[in-house]
């Protein structure tokens, strides 16, 4: 029997199968058609310190081997998400990651806090660096060292839990951007959020979605995902999580032999919300037959040999 446990931080994960931010809700929306208390863990959708109705429609549209969303992080507000939502997190028995965002270094820090300042079960939070800085024009934190910097060590100073930070693939060196990461404190990173995409109506000659520009994630992806994790794990000495196009058990297996120390299941949750479960049995499945003993015989275990 495989020993499935991972370590991302301090956080022992019983397995290293999680939910992708933006794809299970606030994390028990999903309860009736999944047991959740079998995943390694749930991050949840974005929380800004405001309340946000997101962009207007359309703001999905399928494509081949994956979707296009721009949601525009719709999300109750941290003080409902502190009354509503934290609560209900004492009665699960599986790790539980809060997912932050925001459009200034202040309202990260602000979101930070308030939660910080309640008593909760959260294992720790993944960061959002996808988000346009309005007080740098508009430019993403996530796209310089710098500005990625700066967020890490300020929120760093404010919490003692796992702090994650979820990586943009719309960057030139992405390694870059995890090391600055790496460097002012954080316990992890995360990667890929989505890759920008377009789909036009050729009859109507318009945007299939409101926004023209938005996010592309599914199968299509798991590629620039797989290569984004090999070239974070060659550059940075705390664990990385693997996000993008996983469906199946061996998808797992081949992001952990790129490096990552666990992975986020997303776009695979919109078709079956147990897609976790099942993507757990199937990686469980192949780890028996192989004889893995634990994941450390997987995680970075790419053979040069091809």
């Known amino acids: 029997m495989t020993d499935l446990n991972t370590m991302i931080g301090s956080i022992k994960l019983k397995n290293p199968i999680l939910?992708?931010?933006g794809t299970f809700g606030y994390g028990e929306e999903c309860d009736e058609f999944s047991d959740v208390n079998q995943l390694g863990g749930i991050i949840?959708?974005?929380i800004t310190l405001h309340p946000r109705e997101g962009n207007p429609p359309p703001r999905i549209v399928?494509?081949?081997s994956g979707m296009l969303n721009s949601i525009g992080l719709a999300n109750i507000g941290v003080d409902r998400y502190i009354s509503d939502m934290?609560?209900?997190?004492?009665?699960l028995n599986t790790s539980v990651?809060?997912?932050?965002?925001?459009s200034s270094l202040t309202e990260y820090i602000n979101v930070l806090e308030a939660v910080e300042a309640v008593p909760n079960s959260l294992a720790g939070y993944e960061i959002n660096i996808s988000c346009p800085n309005v007080g740098e024009g508009g430019m993403e934190f996530g796209v310089d060292c710098d500005l990625t910097s700066q967020l890490t060590s300020e929120l760093r100073q404010r919490t003692d839990k796992l702090l994650v930070i979820k990586l943009s693939p719309n960057v030139t060196n992405i390694a870059a951007i995890a090391q600055s990461a790496e460097g002012a404190g954080a316990d992890a990173v995360s990667a890929i959020n989505t890759v920008v995409g377009m789909s036009i109506n050729p009859a109507t000659r318009k945007s299939n979605v409101y926004t023209k520009l938005c996010g592309l994630s599914g199968p299509a992806v798991k590629p620039v995902g797989v290569a984004a994790v090999y070239k974070i794990s060659q550059s940075v000495s705390i664990p990385v999580i693997g996000i993008g196009g996983i469906t199946k058990g061996v998808d797992v297996v081949e992001y952990l032999l790129a490096g990552a120390s666990a992975v986020q299941?997303?776009?695979a949750n919109f078709r079956d919300p147990a897609a976790g479960l099942q993507i757990l049995t199937e990686f469980h499945d192949f780890c028996d037959k192989n004889n893995i003993s634990d994941l450390t015989e997987l995680i970075g275990g790419l053979r040069d040999d091809t």
Request: net charge negative; proline share 4%.
């Open 19 to 21: 939910v992708a931010s």
């Open 44 to 46: 949840t959708k974005s």
């Open 62 to 64: 399928e494509t081949a």
């Open 86 to 91: 934290l609560p209900k997190y004492d009665d």
């Open 97 to 102: 990651i809060m997912n932050i965002a925001g």
């Open 265 to 267: 299941v997303g776009t």
